[in-house]
């Protein structure tokens, strides 16, 4: 008995002891582990089947402020989050257990105690002998990332100098509008003569400018847009629109002030209202520039509503822009020549050539309906540049013919002579032909070209190559005699108005008298434009007028016709 009892002792002892130093053994096996996972950066722990804490690394206990490294064993999140984000943790080591899987996520952490963290974290099972003990989780900070991605994804749809929305912002704030149904509008401002502003005072100034603008619209509605440039835009519910065009009127003209120069920046707006004027952002930004163009036709300054008709003229203006670039590639347009006359026995002096254009469908269409649009959309250099070498091919020809040539004048736009190498092309061209055609062609502008620096030094340049300037118009506007004085022209063209009845009409025949005078005083001759009467044509011959055109010597020709004038003057 008493040896088996010291058996039993010895055995107990040895249970003892093994048991002792397995103990000791899974501590410094857990020591070894909480070393390793304290040398870890990112937020470390293992939990156990029902979520309580096992272990958890120094990074862990740091964030949460813990000091005492066994407080958190044996208890769960609830310790430590707010009790339905704790329950989420759980649901989360659930799934992970029972599905044997990975779960990664990337949370905000809004009640960290030194404020709020972007985390991702990643969850794992933990396996004892194929079984799954626990879950083992790490949390990695992953703010800056966030704030990085976050700053991209602002400046993609934000414009940094004015903090307004952008381009591609507006669309994806006009599409929630659209999906929702709920009837909204948009304003389309365009700043008016913006450019002057960085011309004058430089892009810095241009760029405080546009951030006030920015400000002061801001305060009228609440989602203001930059698309760039000098263009924003405003949206609001169509309930809305009344007030906001009311403070837009009273706002026509922006404070600004820049390094203590205060100004009034003007604008003008295009309104459409969704669903009426349009079911796409596109269809909505592109009638609200039509109306934006109304509005700066009317002379800037204006808010303009889009009306269904303003479509139509917008689509034919791009069908009318599309058929002039046709015009020109299918060779729709003639010259007609017009002759002019010396006024003492209506011997041929000369020939203007005019454009004519035969379209396919709409037949012939009159420059003056087609003439004003080319130079706005900039297609008359190309029609002018056309004319001039459709004139040259005709001196060319006539002089084949053997005729007698007299000059032909081509017409220039302003726009033309605005290009800076305008002049040099034109030379070039004379230059090309046999020396005795180059006097034949002659150049017709209004005044009205002469405004820019570029204009005339374009002049300059074609006078000192010795090509014959008129001036046409003459009378028509408001005339800068010092700059008329300084070009070396080869004419004045008296406009039609002035000659119109002045055969009988005294008082006409004062203004024409003077403006004769004036002639003189410049030492210009003088071709009197659209005489259409015999007594027009004598009052004229009796003032000493040289030169006349008009239908009461003919109206313009075409090619051949004039050919046949030619070959009868001979
Ligand atoms: P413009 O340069 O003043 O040309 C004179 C216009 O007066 C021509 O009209 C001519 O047909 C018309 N005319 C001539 N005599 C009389 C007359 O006795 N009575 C009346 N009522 N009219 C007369 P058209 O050909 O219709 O040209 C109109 C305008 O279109 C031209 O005015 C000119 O500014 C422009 N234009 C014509 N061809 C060209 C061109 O090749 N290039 C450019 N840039 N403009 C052109
Ligand atoms: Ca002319
Ligand atoms: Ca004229």
Known sequence: ?????????????AILMIALYRMQQARRALQRHQSLLDSIPDLAWVKDRKSRFVIVNQAFRDIWNIKDPQWLIGKDDFALSPPELAAS??????????????LQSERNFEHFRDGSRWMELIKVPVYEHNKIIGTAGIARDISMRKAAEERLSWLAHHDPLTKLGNRSYLAIKIK???????????????????????DALGHRAGDQALAQVADSLSKIGSEVFRLGGDEFVLLDDLRHAETINEALSQQLKIPVTIEGLYFEQGFTAGQVDFPHDGETPEQLLKHADVALYEGKELGRGHIRRFESHMATQAVRQLELERDLRRALQEGQFRLVYQPQVALDGAQLMGFEALIRWRHPERGEIAPNDFIPFAEQTGIICRIGEWALDCAILQIRDWDEQGLALVPVSVNVSALQLAQPLFAKTVIARLDALPAHLRQYIALELTESTLMHEQALDSVHQLTSAQIPIFMDDFGTGYSNLSTISQLTLSKLKFDRSLIQNVGNDSAHQRVCRALLDLADALELDVIAEGVETAEEAQWLAEQGVLYAQGYWFSRPQESQIATRFLATQK
């Not at 943790?89 to 990975?102: H, K, P």
């Open 1 to 13: 008995m008493l040896t088996l009892l010291a058996v039993l002792c010895a055995v107990l002892f």
């Open 89 to 102: 943790y759980q649901t989360d080591d659930q799934r992970v257990m029972n599905e044997a899987t990975s």
């Open 176 to 198: 929630e509008r659209i999906t929702t149904a709920t009837p909204f509008c948009v304003w389309l401002i365009d700043l008016d003569h913006f450019k002057r502003i960085n």
